[in-house]
């Protein structure tokens, strides 16, 4: 199991990689998706995982949502929106894809000067940085509205690992509620997004720039 | 009773949505408002018991908080006053949203669990957003934006914080299921490990210190305030980023517990301090008088940062202060919307003459600057005056001098701006002189009266309040 569990977060970080490089924004949500379903399997994997009605229920709803549900909002939204592919990023895809690269050999590092990585476990700690700096760099680099959302959602399922690296078990209620939370999220900005493009004629964020001192 | 706080508002938002006109609309705010309000204060006689295993608890500090929401939402509804038979204000989904946004400040306040904190925090930012958007304008949809994306990315980073918390509890208190439960980090508070605590700490406030809007992560605040509707504003300023504040202040509990204050109150302080000064650069000649009150909400949030980090009576102080702050930005916000409606503009080159064109907004608009100024007799000179002594007991005068010399700065650039737009003739292009609606003035008035019986005195039960608040800051269990 634990090494079907390091398959799944080396591709974690392969998918990260693959969002940072794409232009085209329905590949880049159903990576997102993809990168849903596999965090949302990863505790199942993890050595210590109980088999019961809970854990399992839990599982499913994660999935359902992470992997489902989330790009499947998505993509709605891109569909109404006639967008299809990222403009001129204020970072390219191949220097994207390199500085991730660069970020994830940093976080493999980081991980392992905090005072509780155990050495021999799964690597759950410098995927999940690993993941929330990929998350980050698409939020700060793109253009278009669905990006940073894609972006905001990678980040999350970045500390979601990390949580797990952590061992922070949340009791069940909590952890739907912030699913939940994410759910809504995505729905808010996906209604958000429908506003810009309409305003705007594009759903580019960069030209929101109305509002200065 | 804990859980009958939130469901109601949440209860009525829901009915909000299917509710068929304006005045049913209106009366479903105003109900839930008046029935929030006499459960709160059904509380202060008596403390309700914690619900589901301690989840959900009411202790002096949320109390105080959850006590401006109530009152400061009672009076923003009394604002937005009884529609008119064709009335379609308040919109469906702008009275649903304000009462979800009043579920989940009131559910913030409640919460002893850390993670369910977080997810109430984050569930306000959901409930918000599409309240400033009310306006449907490019301007508000921008404000939007930033605002969700911001405040979404900086909660994330909280969660990391609380994830941190768990891990730093798991070394000694292991053998508890739930060690996110703010009373069991308290009492293990001895065991947790302090390397991971100091790190948790400061997730937690770069995370919902960007909600709170203290510089430099401030940057969607004075947009939002600017764009939203004028009652939202004073909703955000006045209720909204205290919750956010509340969430700082968990994680100060459990960091001061643990016998590491004083790193924590180095961050505080350089935090508390870089907002009042960024707030005093950009109040000098800032042209929109929204973003003005946006930028002393930064300026505030500092000062609270500041008292809190000093600690002893400083602590009194930042309680009190919330209070005081609370009733002034909410003040200065309602009015600013009367000045708004009348003028047709925020900028404050073409306000003029506010005293002889709307006598009654134009003197809650001194009052309200002279207030928030920090000018005696009302409450926030009592209670930065309190910051101030606390500072000089500890024998900190740096600070002190840069506290007095950065509010000095605040003040002379807020003085010019507000009296120029106070006093002068009304300009040709100035509305004529007309009866203002009562409602819009009775509610700033109210607050007006209520800062100045604050700057005269603190009524025993308001400073019991505030001295057990101030207690649970400085490591009480």
């Excluded at chain 1, 912030?178 to 900005?189: N, S, T």
């Excluded at chain 2, 997730?203 to 009652?231: C, I, N, Q, R």
């Excluded at chain 2, 809190?308 to 200065?332: D, E, I």
Aim: proline residues 5%; positive net charge; charged residues 10%.
């Amino acid at each position: 199991m634990v090494a079907l569990l390091e398959i799944v977060l080396a591709a974690v970080v392969l998918v990260n990689l693959a969002m940072l490089g794409t232009s085209r924004l329905k590949s880049c949500i159903r990576f997102v998706g993809v990168q849903g379903v596999l965090i949302g399997m990863a505790p199942a994997l993890a050595p210590g995982w109980s088999y019961g009605l809970r854990p399992v229920a839990m599982l499913a709803i994660a999935l359902l949502i992470k992997g489902f549900v989330m790009p499947w909002l998505l993509l709605r939204a891109i569909r109404e929106a006639h967008v299809r592919r990222e403009i001129e990023p204020f970072l390219g895809y191949t220097a994207s894809v390199l500085l991730g690269a660069v970020l994830t050999a940093a976080a493999f590092g980081f991980a392992a000067r905090l005072p509780v990585a155990a050495p021999a476990g799964p690597p759950f700690l410098p995927v999940g940085v690993a993941t929330l700096l990929a998350g980050t760099l698409l939020m700060v680099t793109r253009k278009k509205a669905v990006t940073q959302v894609i972006g905001y959602l990678v980040m999350e399922n970045g500390i979601f690992l990390f949580g797990q690296g952590l061992g922070a078990e949340l009791p069940a209620p909590v952890e739907i509620g912030i699913l939940l939370d994410l759910l809504v999220a995505v729905f808010v900005m996906g209604i958000a997004m429908f506003h810009i493009n309409r305003e705007f004629d594009s759903m580019a964020v960069h030209q929101l720039t109305e509002l200065r001192d | 009773m804990l859980l009958a706080l939130i469901l109601i508002p949440s209860l009525a938002g829901a009915l909000a949505l299917l509710a068929p006109s304006a005045r049913v609309r209106w009366l479903l705010l105003a109900g839930t408002a008046a029935a929030q309000a006499a459960l709160v204060a059904a509380m202060a006689v008596r403390t309700p018991a914690p619900a589901f295993g301690g989840w959900l608890a009411l202790d002096s500090l949320g109390f105080l908080f959850l006590a401006i929401v109530s009152l400061l939402f009672l009076l923003v509804v009394l604002y937005l006053g009884w529609p008119g038979a064709r009335d379609s204000r308040p919109e469906r989904t702008f009275a649903a949203c304000l009462l979800w946004l009043l579920a989940s400040m009131t559910l913030v306040t409640v919460s002893q669990h850390l993670a369910l904190l977080w997810a109430a925090i984050e569930t306000t930012t959901l409930a918000s957003a599409p309240l400033i958007y009310h306006h449907q304008s490019r301007r508000s949809l921008e404000a939007m934006w930033k605002y969700l994306l911001i405040c979404s990315v900086g909660i994330a980073l909280a969660l990391m914080g609380t994830f941190l918390l768990a891990l730093s509890a798991s070394g000694g208190a292991a053998d508890h299921a739930d060690p996110l439960l703010l009373s069991r980090l308290l009492a293990a508070a001895g065991a947790l490990d302090p390397d991971v605590l100091r790190a948790a700490f400061i997730f937690l406030l770069v995370g919902y210190g960007t909600k709170m809007g203290l510089a430099p992560l401030h940057t969607w605040l004075p947009d939002t305030y600017s764009e939203a509707p004028s009652p939202v504003s004073a909703l955000f300023s006045g209720a909204l980023i205290n919750c956010a504040f509340l969430g700082v202040l968990r994680g100060w509990q459990v960091v001061a517990a643990a016998g590491l204050a004083p790193f924590a109150a180095r961050w505080l302080l350089v935090f508390g301090l870089v907002s009042i000064a960024l707030a005093g650069a950009l109040i000098l000649g800032q042209r929109d008088y929204k973003r003005m009150l946006a930028y002393s909400s930064v300026e505030h949030m500092g000062i609270l940062s500041v008292g809190v980090a000093l600690g002893g009576v400083g602590q009194f102080g930042a309680m009190l202060h919330a209070v005081n702050h609370s009733l002034a930005k909410g003040l200065l916000f309602l009015t600013a919307g009367n000045l708004l409606m009348a003028y047709g503009t925020k900028s404050t080159r073409d306000v003029r003459g506010v005293l002889r064109a709307l006598p009654a907004s134009g003197t809650l608009w001194v009052v309200g600057f002279l207030a928030i100024a920090g000018m005696p007799p009302f409450g926030l000179f009592l209670s930065e005056l309190t910051i101030l002594k606390s500072a000089l007991d500890a024998g900190r005068f740096g600070i002190a001098a840069t506290f007095l010399a950065l509010l000095a700065l605040v003040f002379a650039g807020m003085s010019a701006i507000v009296l120029r737009m106070a006093q002068g003739e009304p300009a040709d292009a100035a509305p004529p002189v007309r009866r203002e609606r009562w409602q819009t003035v009775l509610s700033p008035a109210l607050l007006a009266l209520g800062l100045l019986v604050l700057g005269l005195y603190v009524p025993p039960g308001l400073g019991r309040l505030l001295e057990n608040a101030a207690a649970l800051l400085g490591g009480a269990p």
